[in-house]
């Protein structure tokens, strides 16, 4: 039996309908459309699966299971986006869930033979969670047509685990569920690469951290807000206030949404 204790919270399961069994890891499955990410969900998780709708919403919801090194794991598959940044609900429920649902780790799959037009979504969610693995699927696809990838060089590059699979022929996946394992227990610790902007926004999110840090510090990553806020992204102070339950605090962040 390994040391693994985090007991999961209310929000997944008043918000998200979802009871993990406990000490068990959730992980988050995040991807593009057609990156091959049902391949890698029904490879890890067999037959110990169940679908449904998320709460509140007609996108499906598919909930599977796996263990390894007797450890318990749920995999969440999050709908297929192309950002987080909540245009549409497919893209509010993926970036809630990561944000809100606090997974252990974020599991991020990726299209080897397109991999530029898929890494958008991979710095997002590091601005959001360091417990981040990216999962560079379809390496078959990539070999037959010629396509070399550096994945050391890329794990360097970001800061964060990244594994080379072909999930369709089973490749890679033993080291995608250790590194899984790793992540999500907290047994290895990774830093992923932080974005810096422009010195005009990097200054504006200094001038926001303070408050942030104080009312929601605690839950999200002060950097990652103080950005939603410099977009004007009001339909995310509704998602903190939702789901954090800070009603009374939220006039100070939206006043700074304002500015």
Not at 105 to 131: G, H
Not at 216 to 222: A, T
Request: hydrophobic share 40%.
């Amino acid at each position: 039996m390994n040391g693994y204790q985090k007991t999961h919270g209310r929000v997944l399961r008043e918000h998200f309908g979802i009871i993990p069994d406990p000490g068990q890891c959730v992980i988050a499955l995040a991807g593009n459309p057609n990156v091959g990410k049902s391949t890698v969900f029904n490879t890890l998780t067999g037959l110990r699966q169940h679908t449904g709708n998320w709460p509140g919403k007609t996108v499906d919801n598919a909930q599977g299971t796996f263990s390894y090194r007797k450890q318990s794991f749920l995999l969440v598959d999050l709908p297929g986006t192309y950002s987080i940044l909540a245009h549409t609900v497919e893209e509010q429920i993926a970036r809630d869930f990561i944000c809100f649902g606090e997974p252990d780790a974020t599991l991020v799959v990726l299209d080897a033979t397109c991999l530029e037009r898929n890494l958008n979504l991979v710095l997002q969610v590091m601005e959001i969670t360091p417990n981040v693995i990216v999962c560079v699927n379809l390496i078959d696809e990539a070999r037959k047509k010629n396509i070399t990838l550096h994945i050391a060089a890329l794990e360097n590059e970001l800061g964060v685990p990244v594994v080379a699979t072909a999930a369709r022929r089973g490749e890679g996946l033993d080291t995608l569920r250790e590194t899984l394992y790793q992540v999500s227990t907290g047994a290895h610790k990774y830093s992923p690469r932080q974005l810096t902007y422009s010195p005009s926004i990097e200054e504006a999110i200094q001038e926001l951290l303070p408050n942030i840090q104080r009312l929601v510090g605690h839950k999200l990553n002060p950097r990652w807000v103080a950005l939603r806020l410099l977009d004007g992204d009001k339909a995310f102070l509704e998602s903190i206030s939702r789901y954090l339950e800070i009603q009374p605090e939220m006039k100070v962040l939206q006043e700074a949404a304002a500015l």
